[in-house]
């Protein structure tokens, strides 16, 4: 590649919302077939509002919840902060806080060891999730639960929006002939619906972070070149070990800090850019 025109290729991807940080991402990005996305925080908008909460007593639920999630910098704790917040609740200090990446967030508070994420973390605790389960087919979103003293005191579903732009995002790389593959440590059922929702065909749920970088591992066994698009803590081995990582600038440091390029404002169409500017250089190139 000439230094010339890959300098023109990321010089126009810098003004339209993609920054290349390592040197040969904007080439590779050109022969890449397979792209994998992180659902929160990634397809979502990760600013997720709280709905209901199911508990004997759901002030305590969301007082113990909002205890350790004002120590997390995950995109589930603001909406549990916030929702603390608004019903005046005080913050109760947190010791020997521990964030697990794509299982949840544990701590002493009020004295109590308390664990705070998903259905399968608890179940991997020894902690029956079922005692607040309900028929509720139409739910979509989330739950989270939280345990005391290793017993189950209730759950909150978290409801997330879509991107706005993820849709018509999607359906172009589809035209653009790449294979896409969402992979989230969120439920299967969270996971279904928006995959769903999103005409994607295939997609990887309650994934593990190391497991999120084995999946595309094995695309890349294939024998093709694999992106994969990410925000959190949790997608840092994946985007470590794709051939090219990009992470959303509305997301972590951390995931940052690993990709080979950043998508400057948190806006997925600066994916397609991205992806039409590589292969145009490239095609100037050759
Ligand atoms: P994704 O892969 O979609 O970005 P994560 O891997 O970050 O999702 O999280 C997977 C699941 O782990 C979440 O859906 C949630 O149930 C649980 N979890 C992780 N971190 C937290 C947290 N700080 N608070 C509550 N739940 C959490
Ligand atoms: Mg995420």
């Not at 990321?10 to 080439?27: D, M, N, P, Q």
């Not at 397809?43 to 004997?56: C, F, H, S």
């Not at 698009?229 to 985007?239: K, T």
């Amino acid at each position: 590649a000439t230094p010339a025109a890959v300098m023109v290729g990321t010089g126009r991807a810098a003004e339209l919302g993609v920054l290349f940080r390592k040197g040969l991402a904007l080439e590779t990005l050109a022969q890449v077939h397979t792209i994998c996305l992180d659902k929160t925080g990634t397809l979502t908008m990760g600013k997720p509002v709280l709905g209901e909460i199911r508990a004997d007593n759901p002030q305590q639920l969301l007082e113990l919840a909002a205890a350790l999630e004002s120590v997390s910098e995950h995109p589930l704790a603001q909406a549990i902060v916030n929702a603390a917040k608004k019903k005046g609740i005080e913050v109760s200090p947190v010791r020997q806080f521990q964030a697990i990446p794509g299982r949840g967030v544990a701590g002493v508070v009020q004295d109590q060891q308390v664990l705070l994420g998903s259905a399968a973390w608890m179940q991997e605790q020894g902690i029956a999730t079922d005692k607040f389960d309900r028929a509720d087919a139409q739910f979509v979103g989330t739950w989270v639960y939280l345990a005391v003293g290793g017993l189950l005191s209730g759950k909150i579903a978290i409801q997330d929006q879509l991107r706005p732009e993820a849709a018509a995002v999607i359906r172009q790389l589809t035209r653009m002939g790449l294979q896409l593959v969402m992979i989230t440590g969120d439920s299967k059922a969270a996971a279904r619906q928006l995959a769903e929702s999103l005409q994607l065909p295939t997609f990887h749920a309650e994934v593990l972070p190391q497991d999120k970088a084995n999946i595309v591992k094995q695309l890349q066994g294939q024998g093709s070149k694999v992106a994969f698009v990410g925000d959190g803590i949790n997608d840092a081995p994946a985007l470590a070990q794709a051939d090219v990582g990009l992470a959303m600038a509305t997301g972590t440091d951390i995931a940052m800090e690993t990709a080979d390029l950043t998508l400057t404002h948190g806006d997925l169409a600066a994916l397609v850019t991205a992806i039409q500017a590589s292969r145009k250089t490239m095609a100037t190139i050759r």
